[in-house]
């Protein structure tokens, strides 16, 4: 009976680890962070549930990085429009060399939209629309947030855009996977190159290459951070 009663202990234990674990977080800085639910994010603000059932936003320029449904999205330096902005990258591979990626759907659904006040002479009425923007990327991508109404907003569906970072080497190149371009393979094949071409054995793999997948990438970044740790 002792023992029954010590794994079920165990379990409820477990349990409760594993709900935590579980949980979202924004990290605003070393040691500085809030657990909730993450609601949502349109790369420039996630907005998260805090345990309270109270909402809060956070711009991607004032804090670190966000936990979400188990995927890490860190804030990352990007040239938008000739400017230099901040926005949410998800993270695909870490290591000497990282591999993100971004979306252009919006993902945070419109705040619960406020009634109209009428009175005998005046109508008003008062309502707060999604966050979106249009948004521009490098090497001839474009990402459309576009701004819904609230009260027939749409999930749209959106398409995944990838960036290598490695540190030290300058800022991110893109990755264009999506790209409709003629030379979009030795635009990809010379990103890769750029970041990965220090190890010979994978830039000749690399070189070697005549179709590319994101796969494919993830592969060959993958194998330059485990040969280089």
């Known amino acids: 009976m002792k023992s029954i009663k010590l794994s079920i202990l165990f379990f409820l234990l477990l349990g409760i680890t594993v709900s935590v674990s579980a949980q979202d977080a924004v990290i605003i800085s070393e040691g500085n962070f ?75 659904t419109a705040p619960p939209r406020k009634r109209s006040r009428i009175t005998p002479s005046v109508g008003v009425g008062v309502g707060t629309g999604t966050y979106g923007s249009g948004v521009g990327f490098g090497g001839g991508i474009s990402i459309d947030l576009s701004k819904h109404r609230q009260d027939d907003y749409v999930q749209p569906v959106g398409r995944d855009f990838y960036y290598l970072e490695k540190p030290g080497t300058g800022p991110m190149v893109v990755i264009p996977i999506n790209s409709n371009a003629d030379d979009k393979t ?44």
């Open 186 to 229: 030795d635009q990809i094949r010379a990103a890769l190159i750029q970041k990965l071409g220090d190890d010979q054995d994978l830039a000749g793999r690399i070189n070697q290459t005549e179709d590319f997948d994101i796969q494919g990438v993830k592969a060959y970044v993958n194998a330059y951070n485990t040969a280089h740790k």
């Open 34 to 108: 809030v657990r909730g639910t993450v609601q949502g994010t349109n790369n420039a603000v996630v907005r998260i549930k805090l345990d309270d059932e109270s909402i809060a936003e956070y711009k991607a320029k004032d804090v670190q990085e966000f936990l979400w449904n188990g995927n890490t999205y860190v804030s990352r330096p990007i040239l938008i429009r000739n400017n230099m902005e901040i926005r949410f990258f998800k993270v695909e591979e870490l290591g000497a060399v990282n591999l993100y990626s971004i979306s252009s759907s919006n993902t945070m």
